[in-house]
């Protein structure tokens, strides 16, 4: 792109943006979008079923720091399952813990597993998978979060499509996650975990009054009620967690200034008929 020789790049390293903002000035943009990542919590291992467990994980990730350090492209804090930009859907509040001191947090964390019966002297081990277009220092960070809490995991990366592969197959213990929307509507993000969604339901995680109210949604012909009734359903998630949000993902794209007709939006959708250049 600096070299005229092309005018968008969809993706770029993340770790550059800070040297990128200041030699293409105008070229970073970063909107968001509806994709959003996660971890995912394998209900098969018997110390993740274990509600205090996945909460103390929970709180103990430095979603913030992630997101301003690491990975300061845009991305935000993410304590739900569903990205912000739905129309007319209320994202339920983040849990009340959200705004705490991080040092609290991590107190609350530990205190929550010495409960399971784990401590820094004697954690729980298990392994945190990731794919390999993940950006390594973020897996690195949430495995020292953990470990000041009584979480001890070893990271173990794979090929993006063969990590995802294991995750259909459960074959992972704790594992990084992500999804993009297919369409701007939460249903897309929430039926993830239904108990019928099969492969896709990556956690294996099941609630019947979960389902229950996914299946009320897709059958409520009024749409506010319908929005409402899936609000419900994402608040049943957050209580739960069988997965541990991270962050909302943004655009990470490079485009020259001189193009017209290149517009953010939720999907992160440019069709090229549309672009050209001033």
Not at 223 to 231: E, F, Q, Y
Request: with cysteine; charged share 25%.
């Amino acid at each position: 792109v600096a070299a005229g020789e092309l005018d968008t790049m969809t993706s770029f390293d993340p770790k550059r943006a800070p040297f990128l903002r200041k030699s293409l000035p105008g070229y970073i943009n970063p909107q968001p979008v509806l994709w959003i990542t996660y971890i995912s919590f394998n209900s098969q291992i018997p110390a993740l079923q274990d509600r205090r467990v996945r909460l103390a994980a929970n709180m103990a990730i430095d979603r913030e720091f992630i997101t301003t350090k690491l990975s300061d492209i845009g991305q935000r804090p993410l304590y739900g399952f569903t990205a912000d930009g739905l129309d007319g859907y209320a994202n339920p509040p983040p849990p009340a813990w959200a705004d705490w001191p991080f040092e609290r947090r991590i107190a609350a964390a530990a205190a929550l597993m010495r409960q399971a019966g784990y401590t820094s002297a004697r954690p729980l081990k298990l392994e945190l998978s990731y794919y390999a277009s993940l950006n390594r220092s973020i897996a690195a960070a949430v495995k020292a979060d953990w470990r000041r809490i009584g979480l001890d995991v070893d990271l173990s990366s794979a090929e993006t499509q063969i990590h995802f592969q294991n995750l259909v197959a459960k074959d992972f213990e704790i594992a990084f996650d992500g999804w993009t929307a297919d369409f701007a509507d939460p249903i897309t993000f929430l039926k993830l975990l239904r108990s019928s969604a099969g492969p896709q339901n990556h956690s294996g995680y099941v609630n019947q009054r979960y389902d229950a109210l996914i299946a009320r949604a897709e059958h409520e012909p009024d749409a506010k009620r319908r929005l409402m009734l899936l609000s419900r359903a994402e608040r049943i998630i957050m209580k739960d967690l069988p997965i541990a949000p991270i962050y909302a993902n943004a655009s990470g794209q490079i485009v020259d200034p001189a193009l017209t007709g290149f517009h953010s939006n939720p999907l992160d959708v440019h069709p090229k008929e549309f672009v050209c250049r001033r």
